[in-house]
């Protein structure tokens, strides 16, 4: 149940992946947006996803949108995008729609800028990486993970700024669930079968298995799921496919792939979600693009 099957060897057959950072180490991954009307598909198969500057405007696109290819990237080097809200900015890890899209992204909120109030139609699962997120339910400091389930609604702000991992339109209709956890104060536990790695359950359904977990200095272990996986390095480092991604950057293989993923010399704290990316499963409810 931890998402990971380091006895299961079969799957790990050897991938090959682009030199190149940030690249799609999968080929058959492209981007398309709709432009004022014009299709653009300047991005094409293995490119890097160089999407920025984009209009407010824009109505449709698709990044890292082929969920039977595996993902990594390097998030400090994504330029950021403006939002249509005044000092909120964002980086797309993945996305398919508009403005209204099943997301995946990193949000950046400028000291006292604000979202206009809105419901989640799709659901909103999120974890505060820098400053203070607040709404008017309370503030959440770094640390912080937060569900809001199909039909919950918020004004979401922050005062002081701060930076958001964020997944959109991505929960399944039968959760209802809504909390938040601090991560910081949680009591981690020896992962089941697996040296050097402890963690803690954030949430556990049919559909996904999510976990905090931390990983001791130069711990090697296989990464990876039946149902495909999720990683979010929170603070430390990981070695994976010969690349070495640090503090935010994040990793996504689907379903049925594992590979072997190392910590640096001091460790690494990480977010993982498991179980998520089946053919059933993918995306929970879908927007209306």
Known sequence: ??????????????????TTRNRIFSMGVSAVFVIAGKLDQSAGLGEPLNIAPLPTYLTFMKVNADFAAPVALCTNTIEWLASPMEGVERRMLDRIGGEVARATSIVR?????????????????????????????GDYPAGTYVRNPIGTHHVPRSDDGCVIFV???????????????????????????????????????????????????????????????????????????????????????????QAQAKSGPDG??????????????????????
């Open 109 to 137: 909120y400028a000291p006292g800028s604000a979202f206009s109030q809105h419901m989640h139609s799709g659901g909103e699962e999120f974890i505060v990486l820098e400053g203070v997120f607040q709404d008017e339910h």
């Open 1 to 18: 149940g931890s998402g990971f099957c380091p006895a299961d060897a079969s799957l790990n057959t050897p991938r090959t992946r682009s």
């Open 167 to 257: 997944k959109l339109w991505q929960f399944d209709e039968s959760d209802s669930a809504q909390f938040s956890l601090d991560m910081n104060g949680l009591a981690l536990e020896p992962a089941a079968g697996v040296q050097g790695i402890s963690q803690a359950i954030l949430s556990d359904r049919a559909d996904e298995l999510v976990a905090l977990q931390q990983w001791e200095a130069s711990t090697a272990c296989d990464i990876g799921d039946a149902g495909g996986a999720e990683l979010l390095i929170l603070d430390g480092a990981l070695e994976f496919q010969g690349e070495t991604y640090a503090q935010h950057d994040w990793i996504r293989l689907p379903a049925g792939m």
């Open 268 to 289: 690494a704290r990480i977010w993982v979600k498991t179980q998520h990316l089946t053919a059933g499963s993918l995306g929970g409810t879908v927007p209306p693009i």
